[in-house]
């Protein structure tokens, strides 16, 4: 019975499909909107933001922490109340430092058969440079 047949290569490929099709069109952006450049602070303290758009569909909006990352220490970020997709924070930079590098990261989860996954994503490098007044 060639039916029979063509359900059970059906049903063998079913699950390929369908994982293609979670992974078609995932793309996700980073955009850095901190300045290259600022002038240096009183209080030690940079404002960081930054613009993350996904479009992985198993993604859960909910689960998503953005992070300032210098060296190995992470600096929470908070999403702005205004523009979703959007995160902010401060980080100190001590006073003798004239140039910091630093990395954005995102923890998040994603759907799967049968439960939640986590995941994490690191930007490219960047560096702030100070200036004096």
């Not at 293609?20 to 960081?48: D, E, K």
């Not at 979703?84 to 924070?89: D, F």
């Not at 994490?120 to 200036?131: A, D, E, F, G, T």
Request: aromatic share 12%; glycine share 4%; proline share 8%.
């Amino acid at each position: 019975m060639p039916y029979s047949g063509f359900m059970r290569n059906f049903a063998k490929l079913l699950p390929l499909g369908l994982s293609m099709l979670f992974l078609a069109g995932c793309s996700t952006t980073i955009t850095n909107m901190t300045p290259s450049q600022t002038q240096r602070t009183t209080t030690g303290l940079y404002p960081f933001s930054v613009a993350w758009d996904c479009s992985q569909q198993s993604l859960v909006k909910d689960s998503i922490q953005a992070y300032v990352l210098v060296g190995t220490n992470l600096y929470p970020m908070q999403r702005t109340p205004l523009v979703r997709e959007r995160w902010e924070t401060v980080v100190p930079v001590p006073a003798d430092k004239d140039i910091l590098n630093y990395q954005y990261k995102f923890d998040y989860q994603y759907l799967t058969i049968p439960n939640r996954k986590s995941n994490s994503l690191l930007s490219n490098p960047y560096q702030l440079r100070i200036l004096e007044k």
